[in-house]
């Protein structure tokens, strides 16, 4: 079946440090990845997304490629903030031909960026 | 856009006692996830539907879990009994797509 797996955490860093979260996954046809992010206290929201190989999803300074030789989609930041401190979640979304929005999840990355 | 809505919050009940959490998804969206957080097991599904009707409900833990969508814009989660074991922070999330849209939560404790 479906699985994700992500770098085990806490990851800790200073501000304008570069980050990096590692993410694979495992999936029996052609999914779409994503990585959601929840702040303390908050449900999850969407963070940025890819949904074919080689494809590039970025938002609020973070990026991630979808690389399909290498089954991953390594979250990536030049330069941290306090405010990112947060726990970031891989996931992906394979529909195997037919119309079934359920994601899969990774196990959660806890970053915590200190000043 | 008012986005995904959980009631209650919190809630703190005894062992024993019914639990019912709510949500209403955003609209028009004809999926709607219930998940479970906890710190020991991270973030698991319960059960989604789509279009109102249970399309998987394996990851419901045992039968004292019970879930209802009656209509597009409304579904409840109900524990009956609830043990402390339960005590986690229930998600409802809704879609359109692939991208899931989630509320912000209910944090239950069991006493």
């Known amino acids: 079946g479906d699985s994700v797996t992500q770098m085990e955490g806490p990851v800790t860093l200073s501000e304008e440090a570069f980050l990096t979260i590692n993410c694979t996954y495992t999936?029996?046809?052609?999914?779409?990845l994503f990585w959601y992010v929840q702040y303390p206290g908050e449900g999850l929201q969407l963070l940025l997304k890819a949904t074919k190989a080689d494809d590039k999803g970025s938002n609020k300074g973070f990026e991630a490629t979808y690389r399909k030789e290498t089954t991953s989609f390594h979250l990536e930041k030049g330069s941290v903030q306090v405010s990112d401190s947060a726990v970031y979640f891989c996931?992906?979304?394979?529909?195997?031909?037919?119309?079934?929005?359920?994601?899969?999840f990774g196990k959660g990355t806890l970053l915590t960026v200190n000043p | 856009d008012a986005g995904v809505i959980q009631s209650p919050r919190h809630e703190v009940t005894e062992m024993g006692q019914e639990v019912t959490l709510r949500c209403k998804p955003i609209s028009g969206h004809d999926y709607l996830f219930w998940y479970r957080q906890t710190m020991m097991r991270g973030l698991e599904l319960l059960i989604y539907?789509?279009?109102?009707?249970?399309?998987?409900d394996s990851g419901m833990p045992e039968d004292r879990f019970s879930a209802k969508m009656p209509n597009a814009s409304f579904s409840t989660l109900k524990i009956q009994p609830s043990e402390p074991r339960d005590s986690a922070v229930y998600f409802c999330?809704?879609?359109?797509?692939?991208?899931?849209?989630f509320g912000p939560g209910t944090r239950l404790l069991v006493l």
């Open positions: 539907f789509n279009n109102n009707v249970p399309i998987d």
């Open positions: 999330a809704s879609s359109f797509s692939e991208t899931q849209y």
């Open positions: 996931a992906l979304s394979d529909q195997g031909g037919g119309s079934n929005y359920k994601l899969t």
């Open positions: 999936a029996t046809g052609y999914p779409s």
